[in-house]
């Protein structure tokens, strides 16, 4: 139980703000923006009457309403996205018919657009759409004073962002020792990519950088060790994005002003990829192993496709520059393609997934295209057929280029790719797995005899995986099994594991498996830091140019 809900359980608070988080580690921002901006935009005292209660997908939401229901409030609000839309559906329903009188207003973009269409928003009391930060102040304020609003559906206000309270003070002392920390230097995107809800925000607003470097030097000073900043485009101003990159170097930098070899500081940020210009290349050339995660999205490699969607992305440049980051930089680099954009076939999608590969990130994300709720890209669902699953997280099931089996084997594919590749644990053997003509070739038939071998697409041991590799390259590809135990065998024993697969018995007798020490993201780091290092020449000057 947290500090938050125990000083509220004995005072009796009037308003719960809660969600549903992917995993522990998530802390909500949009929760403590809402938290820090009670006081200023709905009236003095608010927040003191105000709990955060953060659960799980792990979590069930009979539990969820047990606990909520027992702090027994006027108010609950509820922060709806995609990947918590169907369990938040569930616990509204069960708090409705448990206490009906309790007022749910909902937020998030699940519910900021079609409204009318959502079950969810139907039992809600209040939904507010867009921007929460001081709408959801001042209807609590209506909701506890009264006189209580009329209108269901609320348009949120969008003020300046120096008339916003920032929430970082509302990080208690347990989110900074064991969780993730959102943060955000600017709101909004420029970029109108129709596959994202950010294309409705049309510019970016950056936080006054002064104030913002306060708050960030208030986090680290606390304890704050891993941040992730949720800016779409945090290279869009170079001046901002330098400080921050700067802050984080000097503080990592020993007595003696040098930089140690590995430190505890953890920073991601999402890149536009074709905008690194020299004076961002030399700071991100100094951040140490480990430390420093880019988040670039390519997201297609397909002209036609760009333009269709919107997309404004230099191909030539942003290969160049992440060229420039896997040959010059310590920094973990991950890459983002979308399969099923209206128009891309799988041969195009394919042909841009060999030209990434060769490249070399670290990790490419694999991802369905999903029809979020109020994209522009819904524009193109008739010319194209596109049918979307009703059902979060409503990835795409087919359209005028790819059909549903087609859709399915990818979905599959990208899932083993993560299990092989984004893992880190097989860095030799993916060499024998994906050499000749096409890489995305290899690693599709790769994901058919897997699928049609087991039948499933999780819950495999890492023991069971080396020896179905092992059984593919070998019986079905027809390499040498020598050259196959050989790279399982490093591979295996470069991961840490320590049990016995059946291909590796032999060799896993003569010596004794090796260890990764640190933290589950520090281990995957530094499995492809290591592996790959070992397994893949540097990226060429060709590979960039492809």
Same mark, same amino acid.
């Given at each position: 139980?947290?500090?938050?809900?125990?000083?509220?359980? *004995?005072?009796?608070?009037?308003? *719960?703000?809660?969600?549903?988080?992917?995993? %522990?580690?998530?802390?909500?921002?949009?929760?403590?923006?809402?938290?820090?901006?009670?006081?200023?935009?709905?009236?003095?005292?608010?927040?003191?009457?105000?709990?955060?209660?953060?659960?799980?997908?792990?979590?069930?939401?009979?539990?969820?309403?047990?606990?909520?229901? +027992?702090?027994?409030?006027?108010?609950?609000?509820?922060?709806?996205?995609?990947?918590?839309?169907?369990?938040t559906l569930q616990l509204v329903q069960l708090i409705k018919a448990l206490q009906p009188d309790i007022k749910i207003v909902l937020g998030g973009p699940e519910v900021s657009h079609e409204t009318e269409q959502q079950e969810l928003c139907r039992?809600?009391?209040? @939904?507010?759409?867009?921007?929460?930060?001081?709408?959801?102040?001042?209807?609590?304020?209506?909701?506890?004073?009264?006189?209580?609003?009329?209108?269901?559906?609320?348009?949120?206000?969008?003020?300046?962002?120096?008339?916003?309270?920032?929430?970082?003070?509302?990080?208690?002392?347990?989110?900074?020792?064991?969780?993730?920390?959102? @943060?955000?230097?600017?709101?909004?995107?420029? %970029?109108?990519?129709?596959?994202?809800?950010?294309?409705?925000?049309?510019?970016?607003?950056?936080?006054?950088?002064?104030?913002?470097?306060?708050?960030?030097?208030?986090?680290?000073?606390?304890?704050?060790?891993?941040?992730?900043?949720?800016?779409?485009?945090?290279?869009?101003?170079?001046?901002?994005?330098?400080?921050?990159?700067?802050?984080?170097?000097?503080?990592?930098?020993?007595?003696?002003?040098?930089?140690?070899?590995?430190?505890?500081?953890? *920073?991601?940020?999402?890149?536009?990829?074709?905008?690194?210009?020299?004076?961002?290349?030399?700071?991100?050339?100094? =951040?140490?192993?480990?430390?420093?995660?880019?988040? @670039?999205?390519?997201?297609?490699?397909?002209?036609?496709?760009?333009?269709?969607?919107?997309?404004?992305?230099?191909?030539?440049?942003?290969?160049?520059?992440?060229?420039?980051?896997?040959?010059?930089?310590?920094?973990?680099?991950?890459?983002?393609?979308?399969?099923?954009?209206?128009?891309?076939?799988?041969?195009?999608?394919?042909?841009? =997934?060999?030209?990434?590969?060769?490249?070399?990130?670290?990790?490419?994300?694999?991802?369905?295209?999903?029809?979020?709720?109020?994209?522009?890209?819904?524009?193109?669902?008739?010319?194209?057929?596109?049918?979307?699953?009703?059902?979060?997280?409503?990835?795409?099931?087919?359209?005028?280029?790819?059909?549903?089996?087609?859709?399915?084997? @990818?979905?599959?594919?990208?899932? %083993?790719?993560?299990?092989?590749?984004?893992?880190?644990?097989?860095?030799?053997?993916?060499?024998?797995?994906?050499?000749?003509?096409?890489?995305?070739?290899?690693?599709?038939?790769?994901?058919?005899?897997?699928?049609?071998?087991?039948?499933?697409?999780?819950?495999?041991?890492?023991?069971?995986?080396?020896?179905?590799?092992?059984?593919?390259?070998?019986?079905?590809?027809?390499?040498? +099994?020598?050259?196959?135990?050989?790279?399982?065998?490093?591979?295996?024993?470069?991961?840490?594991?320590?049990?016995?697969?059946?291909?590796?018995?032999?060799?896993?007798?003569?010596?004794?498996?090796?260890?990764?020490?640190?933290?589950?993201?520090?281990?995957?780091?530094?499995?492809?830091?290591?592996?790959?290092?070992?397994?893949?020449?540097?990226?060429?000057?060709?590979?960039?140019?492809?």
């Amino acid at each position: 139980m947290s500090a938050d809900i125990a000083r509220a359980q *004995v005072s009796g608070p009037s308003i *719960v703000l809660s969600t549903i988080n992917a995993r %522990y580690i998530h802390a909500s921002l949009g929760l403590r923006c809402l938290l820090a901006n009670l006081d200023r935009h709905g009236r003095p005292g608010l927040r003191a009457q105000t709990a955060l209660c953060e659960f799980t997908l792990a979590q069930k939401p009979l539990q969820m309403a047990e606990q909520l229901l +027992a702090l027994a409030p006027r108010v609950i609000g509820l922060g709806v996205y995609i990947w918590n839309a169907a369990a938040t559906l569930q616990l509204v329903q069960l708090i409705k018919a448990l206490q009906p009188d309790i007022k749910i207003v909902l937020g998030g973009p699940e519910v900021s657009h079609e409204t009318e269409q959502q079950e969810l928003c139907r039992l809600a009391d209040h @939904v507010i759409t867009g921007w929460g930060d001081v709408s959801f102040a001042r209807l609590c304020r209506d909701l506890l004073d009264g006189p209580p609003p009329l209108m269901k559906r609320i348009t949120g206000e969008q003020p300046p962002l120096q008339d916003l309270a920032l929430p970082y003070a509302e990080y208690s002392e347990q989110d900074l020792r064991e969780r993730l920390l959102y @943060v955000e230097a600017s709101r909004g995107c420029p %970029y109108k990519c129709e596959f994202c809800l950010s294309a409705l925000d049309k510019t970016a607003w950056p936080f006054e950088l002064e104030r913002f470097m306060a708050e960030l030097a208030g986090l680290f000073d606390r304890g704050a060790r891993h941040f992730k900043f949720v800016d779409r485009t945090f290279n869009l101003r170079i001046d901002h994005a330098s400080r921050i990159l700067q802050f984080f170097l000097d503080r990592m930098r020993g007595a003696d002003g040098r930089m140690p070899e590995r430190s505890e500081v953890f *920073v991601h940020f999402e890149l536009v990829p074709d905008n690194l210009p020299e004076r961002l290349k030399a700071l991100i050339a100094q =951040f140490p192993p480990g430390s420093l995660q880019l988040e @670039v999205g390519i997201q297609s490699l397909n002209p036609e496709v760009q333009q269709r969607i919107s997309r404004r992305q230099d191909d030539a440049r942003s290969f160049e520059n992440l060229h420039w980051l896997l040959a010059h930089s310590q920094a973990h680099v991950h890459a983002d393609l979308i399969f099923g954009l209206p128009g891309e076939t799988l041969e195009s999608f394919a042909a841009g =997934f060999d030209r990434l590969q060769a490249l070399g990130p670290h990790e490419i994300q694999l991802g369905i295209l999903k029809r979020l709720r109020g994209a522009p890209i819904a524009r193109h669902s008739a010319q194209y057929a596109m049918v979307f699953d009703p059902q979060p997280p409503y990835a795409l099931l087919q359209n005028s280029t790819l059909d549903f089996a087609t859709v399915q084997r @990818v979905q599959r594919l990208a899932r %083993y790719w993560d299990l092989l590749a984004n893992s880190g644990r097989f860095a030799r053997s993916l060499q024998l797995l994906l050499a000749g003509h096409s890489a995305f070739a290899a690693l599709l038939s790769w994901s058919d005899w897997l699928w049609q071998r087991t039948g499933k697409t999780h819950e495999f041991a890492h023991e069971a995986l080396v020896d179905l590799l092992f059984e593919h390259l070998t019986q079905t590809r027809g390499l040498d +099994a020598q050259a196959a135990t050989e790279a399982l065998l490093a591979d295996y024993q470069a991961s840490g594991a320590r049990g016995k697969p059946r291909c590796l018995a032999a060799g896993l007798q003569q010596g004794a498996a090796g260890t990764l020490q640190g933290a589950p993201r520090a281990q995957r780091q530094a499995r492809h830091g290591q592996q790959k290092a070992q397994a893949q020449p540097q990226p060429t000057e060709k590979a960039a140019l492809l």
